[in-house]
């Protein structure tokens, strides 16, 4: 076993299979992605973010959001908000009615919509009300509490040490740290070097985020920042291989192969039965485009399949055409053909 993975990693009370962890995604890590993805060895999933509100008012499309299958565990559940009483209320709803391990605060996100609600990387500006959140989290729930956060708001704002320290000194058991300020957005290099030093500077576990796009980053970032685990986002997109990837690679310094078409494919459709069993027909065909996209990436070819795709209305279509993208493939050697979805079915 390397280096990078010979002490366990835990949150709190619960401890971890290895040092990889899913990022949580607004819009992807549902239910059905992050079992897809557990199975591929994450040590962790994070659910995709959730308004306290929603949950406090008792939104039906909000709790529905709140289900995990018991597969997934262990698992953090997300939840953001700009008030400290709602906040509070959430994570105690948490608590109480799901299977949730941890209990995520977002203070990264940094889309309009969540700044407006002085939520997300909003709350990045100013550490003492970083204290006074968590603090009032941790207090009304036994759950093991983290927070995940950018290094700031832009350049002239980076608080990413004293933001940590207010979320240990606030009773946190561990924060994750991305990167990049909230005006970089997701572009630009994500700053590892300021992640180093908030690692440097709390007791807590820090888990790692940004730029991890391959088993060979993530070993970098374990060597370079010393953090206790490495978070992967983007790059699991359609790409649960990257997980799998990484835990072999630190755990024995080997760097399996990528998969085949034909596992790719197979891996989308899995994913889909999930989603359809989730959300139902209609919506999960819509949701499943931009993964299906996704695990296309890298096939030559795949610019006429996702076009294809995009017009694709049912499960009977997609799943025709995957196949047939598969079949053809195989036959042709790289040459993809992509007929009309309504020709596949007979």
């Known amino acids: 076993m390397s280096q990078a993975t010979e002490k366990p990693f835990q949150i709190g009370d619960i401890v971890m299979d290895n040092r990889v962890a899913l990022a949580p995604m607004a819009g992807i890590c549902n239910s059905a992605f992050r079992l897809t993805v557990k199975e591929f060895g994450a040590g962790l999933v ?9 949950i406090v008012q008792r939104n039906e499309k909000t709790l529905g959001m709140l289900y995990i299958d018991e597969r997934e565990n262990p698992l953090s559940l997300q939840i953001f ?3 400290k009483e709602t906040l509070v209320e959430a994570a105690k709803y948490v608590e109480e009615n799901t299977t949730a391990d941890i209990i995520d605060i977002n203070m990264g996100c940094p889309v309009n919509k969540i700044i407006k609600c002085e939520a997300g990387a909003r709350l990045l500006l100013d550490p003492n009300n970083v204290y006074e959140m968590v603090a009032a989290v941790v207090d009304a729930v036994k759950k093991p509490v983290s927070v995940k956060m950018r290094i700031g708001w832009d350049d002239e704002h980076v608080f990413a040490v004293e933001n940590a320290q207010a979320v240990e000194r606030a009773g946190a058991s561990a924060v994750a740290v991305h990167g990049r300020t909230r005006v970089q957005m997701y572009e630009g290099k994500a700053n590892w070097d300021v992640i ?20 060979e980053d993530a ?7 010393g953090v206790d685990a490495v978070m992967i986002g983007r790059a699991a997109l359609g790409n649960p291989w990257m997980i799998y990837r990484t835990v072999q690679y630190l755990e024995t310094g080997e760097l399996k192969k990528e998969p085949s078409v034909r596992e790719k494919i197979d891996v989308c459709l899995l994913h889909f039965e999930r989603l359809m069993q989730l959300k139902g027909e209609g919506i999960a065909v819509r949701e499943m485009r931009k993964h299906a996209s996704w695990y296309l990436k890298g096939i030559r070819g795949n610019g006429k399949a996702r076009k294809a795709i995009n017009q694709i209305e049912k499960a009977v279509e997609l799943r025709a055409l995957l196949n047939s993208l598969v079949d053809d493939y195989e036959e042709h050697d790289f040459d993809l053909v992509v007929p009309e979805a309504k020709q596949l079915i007979v």
């Open 81 to 83: 908000g700009g008030d």
């Open 219 to 225: 070993k970098r970032m374990l060597d370079t920042t």
């Open 46 to 54: 994070y659910a995709e973010m959730i308004s306290d509100k929603g």
């Open 196 to 215: 180093r030093d908030v690692k440097q500077n709390v007791r807590i576990p820090v888990l790692g985020n940004g730029d991890v796009e391959t088993p």
